[in-house]
């Protein structure tokens, strides 16, 4: 029971690692906590259901979906967000949440408020069937494919950062935006990238999840939303591979708690050791400790 309980917290750790990354990219860069960012991974499911009715195979519906929820990102900074770039961050942390309220409201609007199947008849067969046995351990191709696509943008995400102009300026701009506007970056459009990156990221991950569960609601993205900001702050938040790793704990926590402990408190064992690596070491498992310039 352990091993497999092992094996379907890793594969929820790596959704919730997924939608952690964009919390952690938006606030690194402007410091704000986007509570938006669950309904973009809601959007994300919808967005592929919607384009699969249309008649497109189901590579090209995520595809779009994924283009359509970075573009809906870019959207939110610009008219929600960049406004308020010098205001108290209060305001930018209630318009935020006010955001998040009237895109689940749209959802329930144009897709109604009860939870939709993922069509099956998109999904390749075997996708349900066994990929790997073990023991007692069974990994279906569908957790694989969570693996594989996971895994693979997360290094993508990694190489961006580390390896492009773009992610250069994007670390510019974490450590200091007003020197790095003097050097010649632009930072609303670097700011906008960010979040176009972290939506197509969230997208995906709902994706996956309606995909693994066979469900999607317009509400989806709350709990999923709260339990990956968490999981960004149990990494620490600000840091992309604190954000991954912090996924993973929370997710192989949830579970165990769900397996060991009891199924309703499986939400509140995760918190636990959230709250511990917390009280025991505040800036998160690979947070750093940062002085605040006056």
Known sequence: ??????????????????????????????????????????????LTLSFISMGLPLPLAVLL???AAAAIGVLLDIIAYRPLREAPRLAALITA??????????????????????????????F?????????????????????VAIILMIGLNLIITRTRVGTAMRALAQNQTAASLMGIN??????????????????????V???????????????????????????IGSVPGAMLGGVVLGIAETLGAGYVSSPYRDGVAYAVMILVIIFRPSGLLGRAVTEKA
């Open 1 to 46: 029971m352990l091993e497999q309980q092992l094996v379907n917290g890793f594969t929820l750790g790596l959704i919730y690692a997924l939608i952690a990354v964009g919390y952690t990219m938006v606030y690194g860069v402007i410091e704000l906590i986007n509570f938006a960012h669950g309904e973009i991974y809601m959007l994300g499911a919808f």
């Open 128 to 148: 349900s069937e066994p990929a790997l046995t073990f023991s007692d351990v069974t990994i279906s191709w569908m957790q694989v494919i969570i693996y594989a």
């Open 187 to 208: 930072v609303n459009r670097v700011i906008s990238f960010t979040f176009a990156l972290g939506s197509a990221m969230g997208a995906m991950a709902g994706i996956m």
């Open 97 to 126: 949440i006010g955001m998040s309220i009237f895109l689940q409201n749209l959802a329930m609007i144009i897709w109604g408020s009860r939870p939709m199947p993922f069509p099956k008849q998109a999904l390749p067969a075997f």
């Open 65 to 67: 979906a994924m283009l």
């Open 210 to 236: 309606s995909m693994y569960y066979n469900t999607m609601y317009p509400t989806m993205g709350y709990l999923a939303g709260v339990k990956a900001f968490a999981a960004a702050v149990l990494g620490g």
